[in-house]
């Protein structure tokens, strides 16, 4: 069973217009599904490596438009969005990303003689891997710990953007946020009624005529 398929018939979006979500939700929401495909904040070169990075942290299905991971990463930057705190160790954020975008460049064309994005995915993943174990330190980096720049940047902001879209949410049976309705049963193994159900527990098409209900 691949991910999708475990809450067969499920659509988060069909809770758009019930007692799940109010206006505010609906906004938040919108928002996150009109995040642009071309670069605002990144220069198309800085863009292009990030593509290329946020598809070998999260490949996605050929069968469906994928999550526009680096939009979400770009917009968050075009915004200065920030969670509230930063390991003194990094720059700020922009400045990280635009520092970290540059060295994988740079790393690339010492390494393989051309772009990250050119790069086969073996090659790719063999500087992603240097660079989760500290082991990339080309001057480009400018002093930045590149391990740190993985799991505080590449990892943090291409993860959290996957699962702030609804895509996410219908492989994971997530509803949304719980605004206004709220979730009531939060013991283990319990769902309230505006939950989808998962496949494997019981009969298969009725789970998909009621999971295409849930609102």
Sequence with gaps: MTERDRYPGYDVLHKRHSPSWNDATRKVIDARLAVSR?????????????????????????????????????????DD??????????????EAWKRGLAAFEVEA????GQSFHHLTP????????????????????????AKLFFSEHVMTDIIAAYYAH?????????????????????????????????????DEDRIRRENACVR
């Design 109 to 112: 064309r010492m390494a393989f």
């Design 122 to 145: 073996d090659q790719q993943d063999d500087l992603l891997h240097r660079a989760e174990d500290g082991r990339l330190s080309a001057d480009a980096w400018q002093g930045m710990d």
């Design 38 to 78: 071309e670069p605002r904040f990144f220069a198309q070169a800085e863009w292009d490596t990030l593509t290329a990075i946020c598809a070998r942290i999260l490949p996605q299905p050929n069968d469906r438009p994928p999550v526009s991971l680096p939009g979400y990463v770009d917009q968050k930057m075009l």
């Design 81 to 94: 969005k920030r969670p509230g705190y930063r390991n003194a160790v990094l720059p700020s954020q922009r």
């Design 166 to 202: 609804p895509i996410s949410w219908n492989e994971i049976g997530f509803g949304g946020p719980a605004s206004p309705r709220g979730y009531v049963r939060m013991q283990n193994d319990r769902r309230d009624p505006w939950e989808p159900i998962e496949a494997g527990s019981g």
